[in-house]
């Protein structure tokens, strides 16, 4: 056995260790080129994946209504919020190990156990407590004192003395009180706000690291396709030599390009174990607990008019959260404005004479000046807190149009990528490869022209695979930017 049969006696052993399902190519290893069956094995991206994802070809099942079956890369935060209810309900149990996961599944338990998303819950408790603490009235205070007494003469003992009980609160005027009140309830509005978004921006986060396993389940399936096509390959060329139909030279070609294809598939295992990780991080676990995702990649979605996305940005989570700050800011500056309103603090108690054993009643009222002059400056910083808030989220506006009008070119462009990959360009490139094949069995064409037909043709599908992936996360991208999921029309290439 030599060098590159032992890396791949070694490749083969580590995929199954870490990948069983996916321990064999799907396709028979046999066929020198001069049989049809190479260009079966080569123009596979038509065949089922060996991890679970959806073939290109093949269309996924529908259910009687006439919805797909299966994962959607769609991202709802009604949805998302059912989810959370389920979860809440069922406990929001991982899959077992070896399970295939949904999208559904993943947005589940990432909303009941994503990291980021724990904190909101005691910061809300704060506001409302805080909000409820604002609405109360001012305290009553219960007030005591002693005058005269233990000093000289006839005041150097206790009998001299006063002592006053009294009572005193401040009565606030200009309605301070519903202000404060109203000031707590938008506090409590904006960090209600601020889950929101972060919730949206976790989806996302958790749709893209989604779609990131099932690009890289079918990066995996073609590396093996390509594996497996090349080791048929040395295995024609060394027949071709046995027999002196071909020089040493094309073997050893053909021995390089199975160790590079091996190299290829390894390099495709460590991605798709790495990107399964970093998906179920998303809810917290350190390792997954899941074989593969369910995900049909090339049903790519529907696009809609800029227009109609452009409407849809008032929904943008981050432009909901400056509306609440500014509500927050309105509400400060009506605040500062009440301060400049004077309180008045009354106060009244019952005073003991000792010396003559008498009592008589004690009442006053206290009255602060300049309260008007005072709250300028309150009011003046309230103002310009009211003013930033505008601007940054005018800012954040435009900056959100020039970001949805790139995200809607892009997605358009992957689009029309993956529809060309797939409706001219690959059959193009098989029918390439046949002819080059039938000519390369009769001579006319050279091993290396061979190999390069070859190669093209795993280019186009693994371009396909990134362009269909793309379009999904440009999707993702634009339903987090406008908060709203786009139409769940699917379409095929």
């Known amino acids: ?158 009998d001299s003395a006063e002592t006053t009980f009294a009572l005193s609160q401040v009565i606030e005027l200009g309605s301070k009180r519903a202000l404060r009140a109203a000031a707590g309830v938008a506090g409590t509005a904006v960090v209600a706000a601020e889950r929101a978004a972060a919730e949206l921006d976790v989806l996302a986060e958790v749709t ?17 396709r390509a594996t497996a096509l090349a080791e048929d390959n040395v295995a024609a060329a060394s027949a071709r030599v046995a027999v002196a139909r071909a020089p040493e030279v094309e073997l ?117 000046l300049h309260a008007a002059r005072r709250a300028r400056s309150e009011i003046a910083a309230a103002r310009a807190e009211r003013e930033r808030t505008a601007a940054e989220r005018e800012a954040h506006r435009v900056r959100a149009e020039a970001q949805l009008f790139e995200l809607f070119q892009e997605l358009g462009h992957a689009v029309v990528e993956a529809n060309a990959l797939r409706a001219t360009v690959l059959p193009e490139m098989e029918a390439s490869l046949e002819a080059t094949r039938s000519a390369f069995e009769r001579g006319r064409y050279s091993y290396l022209e061979w190999m390069d037909v070859q190669r093209e043709l795993v280019e186009v599908q693994r371009a396909l695979i990134d362009a269909s992936a793309n379009a999904h996360l440009y999707r993702t991208e634009i339903e987090r930017l406008t908060g709203e999921a786009l139409e769940a029309a699917e379409t095929r290439p």
């Open 208 to 224: 893209r690291r989604f779609i990131h396993v099932a690009a890289d389940q079918e990066h995996l399936a073609l590396t093996m």
């Open 252 to 368: 050893r070609r053909a021995r390089v390009t199975r160790m590079r294809a091996a190299v290829e598939q390894e390099h495709a295992e460590h991605e798709l174990l790495s990107s399964r990780r970093k998906l179920a991080a998303m809810w917290g676990d350190s390792e997954p607990r899941f074989e593969r995702v369910d995900a049909d990649l090339y049903a790519l979605p529907s696009t809609e008019g800029y227009e109609a996305l452009l409407a849809r940005l008032g929904s943008n989570p981050e432009l909901l959260q400056f509306a609440s700050e500014e509500r927050l800011r309105d509400a400060e500056l009506r605040v500062a404005e009440a301060h400049a309103r004077t309180d008045i603090t009354w106060r009244a108690g019952l005073r003991l004479l000792h010396e003559t054993n008498d009592e008589a009643l004690v009442f006053g009222v206290t009255l602060p």
């Open 1 to 158: 056995m030599d060098y590159v049969d032992r890396v791949t006696a070694r490749q083969r052993a580590r995929r199954r260790r870490r990948h069983p399902a996916c321990s064999r190519p799907t396709l028979p290893v046999a066929a020198p080129p001069r049989t049809s069956a190479i260009t079966s094995r080569v123009s596979a991206a038509v065949a089922p994946s060996v991890c679970g994802v959806r073939s290109i070809a093949r269309p996924r099942p529908r259910t009687r209504d006439g919805n797909r079956v299966g994962g959607s890369m769609a991202l709802s935060s009604r949805r998302a919020r059912a989810w959370a209810c389920a979860v809440l309900l069922a406990g929001a149990a991982a899959p077992a190990a070896g399970q295939t996961l949904t999208l559904e599944s993943a947005i589940a338990q990432t909303l009941a156990s994503n990291p980021d998303l724990r904190v909101y819950a005691p910061r809300l408790a704060v506001a409302r407590e805080r909000a409820a603490g604002a609405a109360l009235h001012p305290p009553l205070t219960l007030e005591a004192e002693t005058q005269d007494a233990f000093g000289t003469g006839r005041a150097s003992g206790f």
